[in-house]
C-alpha cells in the first residue's frame, strides 16, 4: 500500500509538472489575468506615483531605482549603461533549460511633462480611478478594484498609457509566471529607456558600445496603443522622426502697425507664405522629390486591406469630413514620410494682442521618416525649398547687422534627426511566433499593421544589432496620450497582462 500511494503521488508529480510547463491555453490565461488583477493594480499605482519628466534629474533618478528594484526582485541581474544623459537599465533573465531564443524588450519608462491646470485631478503623477456617467469622468475610490472590476474603468495618469502603462502589465506577467510555476520560453533581456519623450539621443551610440551585452534574436517592444477596433494588435514597423525649426526674421524689434504697416515686411505673412508653398490644397508635399521611392504596388496594398480599419468611423471621431490626399486610406498615408507643421509663434494673440509688426516668426516641423527615404536628403530638400523662395538661411542664431543689410530675407534653420524607420517582414520568425502567442491568448489573429505612423527609438536596434523589431500595442488608443488626462482602460490592462503571458510562455517550435 505504501508503495502504490507513493507511487501515485510521484506519477502526479509528473502530471503536475507537465501541466504547469505548458504553454496555458486561452481559458487558463484568461483565468490568471484576472485572478491576480488585485496585485497587478497595486504595481501599477506605484509606478505611476513616481514623476518621470526628464528633464528633471530627480524624476531620472527615482525612476532608474525603481526600476532596478523592481527586476532585481523578480530574479534579474541589472546594469547602468551610462549614455552621458540619463542613463539605460539592462536586466537579464535566462530562461530555466536551454532556451535556444533570447528576445530582447524595450520599456519606455519617462513620460511627457505636464501642464497641472489642464488636468482634471489635483496631480497627474498620483493616479486616480475614474468611471464614465453620462459622457462625464467622475473619480471613484481605488478601493473599488478590490471588488467587481468594470473594464470601462480607467485609471488617470502621466504615462498611464505611455508607457508605464505596459511597464505594470509585463512586471504583472513575470510575477503571474512565477507563482504559477509556468517557465519562460526564451532568454529575457529588458532594456529601459528614460528619455523617450526627449527623442532618446543618448540611445544610438549607447547601443553601439553595447552590441554584445543587448545581442539578442529578434526585439519586442511593449509599447503603443491597439488597432482602432482595440482587437489584440502587432505593429510591425513605426516611422522615424525629424525636426525642423524655422524662424524667419523682420525689423529688428516690433513696430508699430499703423506707422510702418504696408512698409515693413511681415516675418508672421512671409513664414505663412513658406509653409503654405510646400503642400498643395490636398494636403500633398509639393517639394520636388519628397516621395521618391515610396510605391504602393498591388501586393503593399493587399497587406493593408487586411487592416481592418473603417475609414468613416476614423473621420467621424477625429471630426474631420475629409482627409488630406497623399495615401487613398490611413494606412497607406503613413506609409509615406510626412512634413508637419506642430506649432506656428509670432507677436502677441488674445488678451495680449497689440498693433505691432512682428520681428519674427517660427514654425516647428516634424518630419515622419519612412525606410525608402534618407532623413538627411528630405531635410536638405526642404532647406533647398526655402532658399528657392529667396531666402538667405542662417544657423540657429540672430541674423548680423552685415546680413540684415545685405539680404531682404533672412532666415534661421536648425534640424535634428532622432531615429530613422524600421519595418519587418510578416512572415518573419518573430512576426510567426508572435502571431501564434495571439492566436492561443485570444482565439482569433492579431490586427497586424505594416507600419504604425508614430515614431519610437527602434532603428538604433534593428541597424546596430542586426534583429527584427515588432511592437505589441495593448493600450487604448483613445488614451490621450502626450496630453493632459492621459488614461489606461482597465479591461486593456488586465488583457495586456493576459497578452505578456502568453508571449512569455510561447514555444518556438
Known sequence: MRFRITSTLILICILVKAVTGQAPDRARLE????????????????????????????????????IERAFKGRGFTTKRIETGGPPLVLAERKARGNAKRTVLIYLQI?????????????????????????????????????????????????????????????????????????????????????????????????????KQALAADMLLIYDGPRHTS???????????????????????????????????????????????????????????????????DDQTRSILAQ????????????????????????EEAIQFPSLNIRGI??????????????????????VRLVPESDPERLISLIRRHIESQGYHLIDKRDPTEEERAKYPRIASFDYGISYGAFRTPYDSEVGQWLSRAMIRTFGEPPVRIRMGGGSIPISPFVIKLGVPAVAVPTVNIDNNQHSPNENLRIGNFIEGIKTFIGILTQPFD
Do not use: C
Request: charged share 25%; glycine share 8%; net charge negative.
Open 345 to 366: 509663434s509670432s507677436g502677441w494673440v488674445g488678451d495680449q494682442v497689440r498693433t505691432i509688426i512682428p520681428d519674427s516668426a517660427t514654425a516647428e516641423i516634424d
Open 110 to 210: 519617462d513620460g511627457q511633462p505636464v501642464d497641472k491646470s489642464k488636468w482634471f485631478q489635483a496631480d497627474p503623477y498620483k493616479p486616480v480611478l475614474k468611471q464614465n456617467r453620462n459622457g462625464v469622468w467622475s473619480e471613484i475610490p481605488w478601493e473599488r478594484l478590490l471588488g467587481p472590476v468594470d473594464p470601462e474603468w480607467r485609471v488617470f495618469a502621466r504615462s498611464a498609457s505611455d508607457a508605464k502603462g505596459p511597464v505594470a502589465m509585463f512586471l504583472s506577467a513575470l510575477d503571474i509566471a512565477r507563482q504559477e510555476g509556468l517557465d519562460q520560453s526564451h532568454n529575457l533581456k529588458v532594456i529601459m529607456d528614460f528619455e523617450e519623450e526627449m527623442g532618446s539621443p543618448h540611445l544610438p551610440a549607447a547601443v553601439e558600445r553595447n
Open 307 to 330: 487592416t481592418p480599419n473603417d475609414e468613416t468611423a476614423i473621420r467621424k471621431k477625429l471630426g474631420i469630413t475629409g482627409s488630406d490626399s497623399v495615401g487613398s486610406t490611413l
Open 31 to 66: 483565468a490568471l489575468a484576472q485572478g491576480y488583477s488585485k496585485q497587478s493594480f497595486e504595481i501599477l499605482r506605484d509606478i505611476l506615483s513616481i514623476p518621470n519628466d526628464a528633464h528633471f534629474p530627480e524624476h531620472v533618478r527615482m525612476n532608474v531605482e525603481w
Open 230 to 296: 482595440n482587437r489584440p494588435t502587432l505593429d510591425f514597423g513605426a516611422r522615424g522622426i525629424a525636426d525642423v525649426t524655422l524662424k524667419v526674421f523682420g525689423p529688428r524689434v516690433p513696430q508699430h502697425s499703423g506707422h510702418y504697416g504696408n512698409y515693413v515686411p511681415n516675418p508672421a505673412l512671409r513664414l505663412a507664405q513658406i509653409l503654405a508653398s510646400m503642400k498643395d490644397a490636398d494636403g500633398r508635399v509639393t517639394i520636388p522629390g519628397f516621395y521618391d521611392g515610396v510605391k504602393i
